[in-house]
Nanobody, 125 residues
Framework: QVQLVESGGGLVQAGGSLGVSCEAS????????MGWFRQAPGKNREFVAA????????YYADSAKGRLTISRDNAKNTVYLHMKSLKPEDTAVYYC??????????????????WGQGTQVTVSS
């Protein structure tokens, strides 16, 4: 059974930086494509960023470009999301997701097979 565990969320002031990480377990040696999504209070969950299994391709939501960076360390089965120049509107629960079984669009929730429990990121103004 695949498990994804996020960590690193917290409270940060606007303009600050924060990193979150997601460690995958349960399928040794596998290299799924990974994505980050977020859900703000009262809003639908939305795509933030994704990375291919090898790390050579990355994808970003327009709101993330230039401020958020996704990366991965396959030796540690971990994907990272580094966030800078944070804004209050970045406040959300951030979820990582893993795509094992299909090569569908990395931008879509339905493309992912497993999800983490989420980690809260709060940006104060």
């Amino acid at each position: 059974q695949v498990q994804l565990v996020e960590s690193g969320g917290g409270l940060v002031q606007a303009g600050g930086s924060l990193g979150v990480s997601c460690e995958a377990s349960g399928r040794p040696g596998s290299r799924p494509a990974m994505g980050w999504f977020r859900q703000a209070p009262g809003k639908n969950r939305e795509f933030v960023a994704a990375i291919s299994w090898s790390g050579d391709r990355t994808y970003y939501a327009d709101s993330a470009k230039g401020r958020l960076t996704i990366s991965r360390d396959n030796a540690k089965n971990t994907v990272y999301l580094h966030m800078k120049s944070l804004k209050p509107e970045d406040t959300a629960v951030y979820y990582c997701a893993a795509q094992y079984y299909n090569g569908n669009s990395p931008f879509l929730e339905v493309s992912y097979d497993y999800w983490g429990q989420g980690t809260q990121v709060t940006v104060s103004s």
